[in-house]
């Protein structure tokens, strides 16, 4: 969580460079100053200066000095994000995620908590406008680990892998977390690295994550094994999990399920059946496809 990042520029002002600055009379006000009318007989006022219109300008019609509006440019559409509902407030956010957001000033802080909010509700409904929300917050926020971890979780929704896997890394440069290894590992996967991916699966790490973290470590691994055609051996990793947990996390369904597909992939049918139903039977979210393919097998 360290300095914010700062709010795109919108151009140069009026005097700027390529503003719409005008020539400065010895007023020093633009446009020479307001001058005085011409006398009765048309010569110039006493100031030397012709006679001017009401406009200012000499037989002219009077001068627009309303700037025409500038268009966003992408970076400051980023910035500005979609819309938030107005009943949409940064108490929404988890205690642990605001308290990971309290080293940015206050009223940026509010404005990027309600983007993350947004980016949370949104992840599986529509993973494409969660990412503008999580991409809001990091305009604001770019050094911050929760802002770079919400914008790796919606790449990853949305199968952006290097720059889900670019977020995360900076996630964990930013708070030393080991917890982002299992979705880094799975952009290593998706990449076509399972070598990579192999890398994460270190004592290191692992002593860093929880059960489901681990589990979640294993499921990756496993997979990556199996892209190197290392099928017995990903099948030895899975089995040393704890496969029959009686938690009802969302990793035990996704355990069972790796396991399940392995042991079809391994030529073991029926086994993969049995381990297929027991995967519908803690998949109560449909987090899982095991339905289906149990309608394949068994139709």
């Known amino acids: 969580m360290s300095a914010e990042s700062k709010r795109p520029r919108q151009g ?86 605001r308290q990971e957001l309290q080293n940015i000033p206050p009223k940026l802080a509010e404005k990027v908590a ?54 995360f890394r900076a996630a964990r440069r930013i708070t030393g977390r080991a917890i982002y290894a299992p979705m880094m590992a799975d952009c290593e996967r998706a990449l076509k690295r399972p070598q990579k991916a192999l890398e994460y699966d270190t004592s290191e790490i692992r002593a860093q994550l929880d059960e489901g973290g681990n589990a979640e470590l294993t499921i990756v691994v496993a997979g990556a094994r199996r892209d190197m055609g290392q099928v017995e051996a990903s099948l030895q990793l899975l089995e040393a999990e704890n496969l029959m947990s009686k938690s009802r996390a969302d990793w035990v369904a996704r355990l069972r399920y790796a396991y ?33 393919r149990l309608a394949e097998l068994e139709g």
């Open 260 to 292: 399940a597909d392995t042991l079809l992939a391994a030529g073991r049918r029926d086994e993969a059946v049995s381990w297929f139903h027991r995967v519908v039977a803690v998949d109560g979210d449909k987090l899982t496809d095991a339905e289906e």
């Open 114 to 167: 309600r983007h993350l909010v947004m980016a949370g509700s949104l992840l599986h409904e529509d993973p494409a406008l969660a990412h503008q929300h999580a991409l809001a917050a990091r305009a604001r926020a770019m050094r911050n680990g929760l802002v770079r971890e919400a914008t790796g979780e919606t790449a990853y929704a949305l199968g952006n892998w290097s720059e889900a896997l670019a977020e």
């Open 12 to 97: 140069q002002g009026r005097g700027g460079p390529g503003g719409n600055q005008r020539p400065q009379g010895a007023s020093g006000r633009p446009g020479g100053g307001r001058g005085r009318p011409a006398g009765k007989d048309g010569k110039p006022g006493r100031d030397g200066k012709p006679a001017q219109g009401r406009g200012g300008r000499q037989g002219g019609a009077p001068r627009d000095r309303r700037q025409e509006p500038r268009e966003r440019t992408e970076a400051q559409k980023v910035y500005d994000g979609p819309p938030i509902p107005d009943d949409v407030s940064a108490k929404d956010l988890d205690r642990f995620a």
